[in-house]
């Protein structure tokens, strides 16, 4: 590999999309949607592109091609970084196994993924986020106490709990870095969320050379279209701290300014094993990790496994009551038989 091991920078979230907005007013981007043909330079065959693919194989004689068009453009948001794959396709392949192994109530012919699915490694387009704010808060908050209000039955003291309020305010910061972003539409955004953490930090500058050989996409949502999705968890996080700042039992929030003192971010691609196996028709997808290995995906169920189990269930239920009924349904004399105590007749006073 010829490419430079430079660190990734940040770039400014609002500077960036008003000059990506400056130059689409002057000039059209790549296309990225519907098809786009490619012309393979080594065997002359021609590969269609559909929609933000921009690394393949050929597949006529599985030469990578790529289209040179769309990363780096100038009427789109370039890549900063890469992170290169660090799984190999066997390591990947007994992940998946492992995994797939483990699914016992997924149909027999479903473990068998090797014969029904297509496996592949695939650059997916993701913006990270890096952002510093402070937040102001006003609020209460609630300390619990116990209240006697009586007695039960037996004469017990009963308790009730109440809770004292007070008023609070204050102010708190919160940092964050590398909060990642899926950019890419068509991929089912909860299993990949379940891959993370995804160490950005070792992201490297990017190069074509990092992605031949693989599938690759570039952007459907740009920096500024993605954002949402953070901003929601940076909000989550940051009222979580409030919380843990107000303390006590139970909070109150009653006002929450947030400040953006830096939002920035970094277009990186980021590598995934992609497993689909089709199956009565439906497609299913297992997403790996390609730098940590986390297995991630959706299933199949079998009826008839899942049938075995609950009638097993209940007839080992079944057993139970058997055993339990026949134990309250057998009596112990109180004393051997053929043997018999009398009381002795209680003593009468007569006045």
Not at 109 to 115: A, E, L
Not at 121 to 146: H, P, V
Request: proline letters at 7%; aromatic letters at 10%; charged letters at 20%.
């Amino acid at each position: 590999m010829s490419a430079p091991d430079v660190a990734v920078q940040a770039r400014e979230l609002e500077p960036a999309m008003a000059a990506l907005r400056e130059m689409r007013a002057r000039e059209s981007g790549p296309q990225v949607t519907g098809e786009w043909e490619v012309k393979c330079q080594n065997c002359g065959g021609t590969t269609g592109f559909t929609g933000s693919l921009t690394a393949t194989r050929c597949p006529y004689c599985a030469t990578p091609i790529q289209r040179d068009d769309v990363h780096n453009a100038p009427a789109r948001l370039p890549v900063d970084g890469v992170l290169p794959f660090a799984v190999g396709e066997k390591q990947a392949r007994e992940l998946v196994d492992t995994w797939v192994s483990g699914r016992w109530f997924a149909p027999s012919k479903f473990r068998k993924y090797r014969q029904l699915g297509a496996f592949s490694s695939l650059y997916t387009a993701y913006f990270t986020y890096d952002a510093d704010t402070a937040s102001w808060y006003q609020g209460e908050r609630g300390d619990d106490y116990q209240v006697r209000v009586g007695t039960d039955e037996d004469g017990d003291p009963v308790y009730e709990t109440r809770t004292r309020w007070y008023p609070v305010a204050g102010e708190v910061g919160n940092d964050f870095a590398d909060l990642p972003v899926l950019a890419n539409e068509n991929l089912n955004r909860n299993r990949i969320r379940a891959l993370e953490p995804w160490p950005v930090e070792r992201a490297r500058a990017y190069s074509p050379e990092f992605v031949a050989g693989h599938l690759c996409r570039t952007y459907d949502k740009d920096a500024e279209e993605s954002f949402p999705e953070a901003r929601q968890r940076i909000e989550s996080a940051i009222e979580a701290t409030v919380r843990r700042d107000i303390g006590g039992d139970h909070q109150r929030i009653h006002q929450l300014n947030t400040s953006w003192n830096w939002l920035a971010y970094k277009h990186v691609l980021l590598p995934i094993w992609l497993l689909t196996v089709v199956y009565m028709n439906q497609p299913y997808q297992v997403y790996i990790n390609g730098l940590t290995g986390e297995v991630s995906g959706d299933r199949p169920w079998s009826k008839v496994k899942i049938a075995a189990a609950i009638a097993a269930v209940l007839a080992v239920i079944a057993v139970l009551i058997g055993a339990f009924a026949a134990t309250r349904g057998h009596h112990t004399p109180a004393h051997p038989a053929g043997h018999s105590t009398v009381a002795p007749p209680h003593p009468t006073t007569h006045r």
